[in-house]
């Protein structure tokens, strides 16, 4: 059985957010006794483009034993009103059951730093450009790996094999402030994103209110 990583990115509805933090802490205590669930990271964004957050967005990533814990887990769930409460509270800008491309285990406690700025990013590769992901990538995520403060980057794909999701994480927010100037100026990330349609994005710290 291989480990599988729940990841949502939710946007808390318009004067929802002590219902939100509530809700969620009442749901998490229940998700924690459930057979297969590991460590559940807990992010506040900061930063989207383009455009702005219209209200607060979080970011939960959770580790799964399996895939099959996590379905046994979502039907004991999802008929509680602990779920239900919780789900009321924001709308769901992503949501992706995922593993690593590259196989290797994750741990989540290398992004769980008071401190760091975590980029997540949702994709999907434009059709017919599937071939050329594995350079365009390299070609971007090379400059990406070579600035001031970059700490790790994972590629992530859906079980079902159809969505990608990147986790790329900075020492500060300096780092990560002066990497988005130099990285938007260069032809690789320009090249690289014209493969690829975003879903998602969301430049995050660790949430204070876990």
């Known amino acids: 059985m291989e480990a599988i990583y729940e990841l949502a990115i939710n946007q808390v509805k318009a004067g929802?957010?002590?219902d939100f933090y509530t809700a969620r802490q009442i749901f998490i205590t229940q998700m924690k006794k459930a057979e297969g669930v590991g460590q559940d990271g807990f992010f506040e964004s900061f930063f989207t483009?383009?455009?702005e957050n219209e209200t607060e967005?979080?970011?939960g990533v959770t580790e799964w034993g399996s895939s099959e814990m996590f379905a046994n887990a979502a039907r004991q769930l999802m008929p509680t009103d602990a779920f239900k409460d919780y789900f009321q509270t924001f709308d769901q800008l992503a949501y992706l059951q995922v593993q690593p491309e590259d196989g290797y285990p994750f741990n989540l406690q290398d992004i769980m730093e008071d401190g760091l700025v975590v980029e997540f990013a949702v994709r999907k590769t434009k059709a017919?450009?599937?071939a050329v992901f594995p350079e365009k990538r390299k070609g971007f995520f090379d400059l990406v790996a070579a600035q001031n403060g970059y700490l790790l980057d994972r590629e992530f794909v859906t079980v079902d094999g159809t969505t990608r999701a990147v986790i790329i994480a900075?020492?500060?927010?300096?780092d990560f402030q002066a990497a988005l100037v130099v990285l938007s100026q260069k032809a690789e990330m320009a090249?690289?994103?014209?493969i690829v349609e975003v879903q998602a994005y969301q430049a995050v710290q660790l949430a204070s209110n876990q």
């Open 57 to 59: 967005v979080f970011v």
């Open 16 to 18: 929802r957010l002590t």
């Open 170 to 174: 900075w020492e500060s927010m300096a």
């Open 49 to 51: 483009m383009p455009g």
């Open 128 to 130: 017919g450009r599937e």
């Open 191 to 194: 090249d690289f994103m014209s």
